[in-house]
Nanobody, 120 residues
Framework: QVQLVESGGGLVQPGGSLRLSCAAS????????MAWYRQAPGKQRELVAA???????NYADSVKARFTISRDNAKNTMYLQMDSLNAEDTAVYYC??????????????WGQGTQVTVSS
């Protein structure tokens, strides 16, 4: 079994910051790319940021220079530092990871999501 558990969401005022975490647990042999997605009400899920095992990153244009993705391979954990938040960032944020369990091939896993609400 593999689990991805997000934490760190909540309510924040415009201009504020939040830090999301995603911890992977279970019988994990290797984690490849990890990513954050988000889905706002009435919209499709979209990629926010992704990071490879060696630390290469890419970001959606809407969050560049405001969000920073990072990971700690020793802890199987990924982070998303979100600064200068605005109302358009309000969404459920999902953790995604490509994980290889012992004796199997890589598979795509999702977390349950954490709500981020930006409002005054």
């Amino acid at each position: 079994q593999v689990q991805l558990v997000e934490s760190g969401g909540g309510l924040v005022q415009p201009g504020g910051s939040l830090r999301l975490s995603c911890a992977a647990s279970g019988s994990i042999f290797s984690i490849n790319t990890m990513a954050w997605y988000r889905q706002a009400p009435g919209k499709q899920r979209e990629l926010v940021a992704a990071i490879t095992r060696i630390g290469s990153t890419n970001y959606a244009d809407s969050v560049k220079a405001r969000f920073t993705i990072s990971r700690d391979n020793a802890k199987n954990t990924m982070y998303l530092q979100m600064d200068s938040l605005n109302a358009e960032d309000t969404a459920v944020y999902y953790c995604n990871a490509v994980i290889q369990r012992y004796g199997t091939s890589y598979r795509n896993y999702w977390g349950q999501g954490t709500q981020v609400t930006v409002s005054s």
